[in-house]
């Protein structure tokens, strides 16, 4: 997916206004008759969506439950939450990158780790999202409860800790399906025999409705790709021009690209080694199939209103808006569905069969867990491709949309520097394509659509006049099909501060992308009279002439001096597939060299479950050798580099 940022698949599930902490999250529970908070850090999406689950599972046991965003209340009210009977707090955290909190758990974060709070009248439970190709696993689910017991809160139930490598919904349904008990154990409780399909949203139709009030696809502010106004983040992203969209390889059956991406006038500014994030569109004939198979007008315009008077979450998008457009833009459709929404779903397949078959998947049965691992999971099946294979069931679209999860932005690691390119974003980016078990074609929906765009003329960006239209391009714009919804995240993925710093970068197939920002901007500093230090690359791709990228803007680099070394391994070009770390191995001597006496800086882009493992397990086995060290000593030695900043990562999974 190009040099994506990747946590557990999983960020703001609705468009909101800047955080607002308007009140006490424990005031508002006695107002609404609450028991219990769940609260979430979430960066994609899916911390929120199992929080929302547990917060309605509650009744089912004479409990009521909300489910909280802690970056909209003052979490030091924790101390206080003794003051509700039967109360407990549970928290659903998600680890980000490199053991970092989620945006929305950053404020919380911070209060942790200063706070000298007295919780002993809390009681809690931890679940955490992480994914065990990192190095940092669930660090942050596993810190919250370590710190939350040590600030005396009485822990409930044992820490779950789910692994989005493995099978993430499984380990949660684990998880919870442990976890009632406990607490019916502990607050003396029972399962009222209630089953939890229980829509939270009401389908509003809007017959007459002036069409300047309809979302078509805006993120926050009903037309602010229209009337686009600074700062551009998540809520507000900026309507940016793409200017170039060139394929990269030669040859073979993938499709490399290299995108640029029009800045001018937004006043964005990123630095070499950031993130571009980008809202993509769904593709719109599955939308259309979905459509034809729920027999709905998708243009009929309705709003979800939440049933829940009290909640901060109006609605599941913005609306009101089309069925077309939340199917296009705010709804996940591709991303196989979660249990909870086969078990919701299941009172709508009329063929008594079909409804047992998905009521049994979205049990806790380890025979409901292997078929929807096997018929879902492993399948590959959308939600298209589940009502295809189910005849029978057929639920209310407005129900299906409640349900579906939101669409993500996707992250693609910048591939250019700001002092080169300072009104222009590069993306390096390959199209996923695959074919499913089931004999169906499913693409990726960020880098299909983004293949689809259409160079426009730079610096035309903001001057793209508001219309409506059906196209899946860009909500509501003419001469869309090449603009590019985006907002730039900052990383700590960064240069040294000093240019005379020797730098090591290794970054196979699209994880060159960030050091392409680096390259360009070590030759920059040259240029201005700057000592750079040694420039080191370590780049593989499968074979040299086919999918070798940016073959010449390298060669030009090193012609240049700027890239000292320039290391290449064409993995399928001999008998014996030759990687990365294979090269860092025969330039062992040099390496270790640039590390202990050069004191360089270490940075690595790309796969995190073979190729950054595989390449730090190399980085042990040099340092053990050339530093006299045992393993466990160069493991420390490794480790020590991370944490002074001269080892990094920018991994996906």
């Not at 979430?40 to 917060?55: H, I, K, P, V």
């Not at 099946?381 to 299906?400: C, E, G, K, W």
């Not at 190399?618 to 045992?630: D, K, L």
Request: glycine share 8%.
């Amino acid at each position: 997916m190009g040099c994506v940022y990747s946590a557990p698949r999983e960020e703001p599930a609705v468009a909101r206004a800047a955080p607002v902490r308007d009140s006490s999250f424990i005031e508002k529970m006695k107002k609404t008759g609450r028991n219990i908070v769940v609260f979430y850090g979430s960066q994609t999406g899916t911390a929120e969506e199992f929080a929302n689950r547990l917060a309605k599972d509650a009744h089912r046991y004479g409990l009521r439950g909300m489910a909280a965003d802690p970056e909209e209340y003052d979490l030091s009210d924790l101390s206080r939450l003794s003051e509700i009977d039967k109360s407990l707090a549970v928290f659903c955290m998600a680890t980000y990158g490199e053991g970092d909190p989620t945006d929305n758990a950053q404020d919380f974060y911070d209060w942790l780790q200063e706070a000298d709070a007295d919780l002993s009248g809390l009681r809690f439970a931890v679940f955490g999202l992480g994914n065990k190709t990192y190095e940092h696993f669930n660090a942050m689910g596993k810190y919250v409860d370590k710190r939350l017991e040590e600030l005396g809160a009485q822990r409930i139930f044992e820490l779950g800790l789910g692994d989005d490598d493995g099978n993430l919904e499984e380990d949660f349904i684990t998880w919870r399906e442990q976890f009632w008990p406990a607490v019916c154990e502990h607050f003396g409780v029972e399962a009222t025999g209630e089953e939890s399909s229980i829509r939270q949203y009401e389908l509003v139709v809007h017959t007459d409705v002036n069409m300047n009030k309809v979302y078509t696809g805006e993120m926050g502010r009903l037309k602010s790709y229209e009337n686009q106004k600074p700062p551009f983040d998540a809520k507000n992203p900026f309507l940016a021009q793409v200017t170039e969209n060139r394929k990269l390889n030669e040859g073979g059956e993938r499709h490399l690209m290299h995108l640029e991406l029009d800045i001018s006038n937004s006043k964005i500014r990123y630095e070499s080694g950031d993130h571009v994030a980008v809202y993509p569109a769904n593709d719109s004939s599955l939308v259309n199939q979905i459509g034809e198979i729920l027999g709905t007008d998708l243009d009929t315009v309705m709003s979800l209103n939440n049933l829940d008077e009290e909640s901060n979450k109006k609605h599941p998008f913005p609306c009101p808006t089309s069925y077309r457009t939340a199917l296009t833009y705010y709804l996940d459709i591709t991303n196989p569905p979660r249990t909870n929404v086969l078990y919701e779903l299941a009172q709508y397949a009329s063929d008594s069969g079909e409804q047992e078959r998905l009521r049994k998947m979205a049990s806790s049965a380890a025979e409901g867990k292997a078929l929807y691992l096997s018929w879902v999971v492993e399948a590959r099946r959308n939600i298209l491709a589940i009502l295809q294979d189910m005849p029978s069931l057929r639920p209310p679209i407005d129900h299906l949309c409640e349900l579906l999860p939101r669409l993500q932005a996707r992250y693609y690691s910048i591939a250019s520097s700001s002092k080169v390119h300072p009104n222009s974003i590069h993306i390096c980016a390959v199209t996923v394509e695959y074919e499913t078990k089931t004999g169906r074609l499913n693409k990726g929906v960020a880098t299909s659509w983004l293949r689809s765009k259409v160079p426009g003329q730079q610096g035309s960006s903001s001057q793209v006049p508001g219309q409506q239209g059906n196209s899946s391009q860009v909500p509501g714009q003419q001469g869309s099909s090449s603009l590019v919804p985006m907002y730039v995240r900052k990383s700590q993925f960064r240069l040294p501060f000093k240019p005379s710093t020797p730098v090591i970068m290794i970054g196979p197939g699209t994880g060159i992308a960030p050091f392409m920002g680096f390259i360009q901007e070590r030759a920059w500093l040259k240029q201005q009279g700057k000592e750079v230090g040694e420039t080191v690359l370590y780049y593989g791709c499968r074979h040299e002439r086919e999918d070798y990228l940016y073959r010449e803007e390298l060669a030009r680099f090193q012609k240049e001096g700027v890239l000292t070394q320039l290391n290449v391994a064409f993995s399928r070009d001999q008998a014996e597939k030759v990687y990365v770390q294979h090269l860092l191995k025969k330039n062992k001597e040099n390496v270790w060299k640039l590390v202990n006496e050069g004191m360089a800086h270490i940075y690595v882009c790309g796969d995190a479950r073979n190729m950054a493992r595989d390449v730090q397990n190399t980085f042990y086995e040099i340092v053990s050798e050339f530093g006299n060290m045992s393993q466990p000593q160069a493991v420390d030695y490794v480790k020590k580099l991370m944490t002074k900043g001269r080892y990094s990562l920018d991994v996906w999974s």
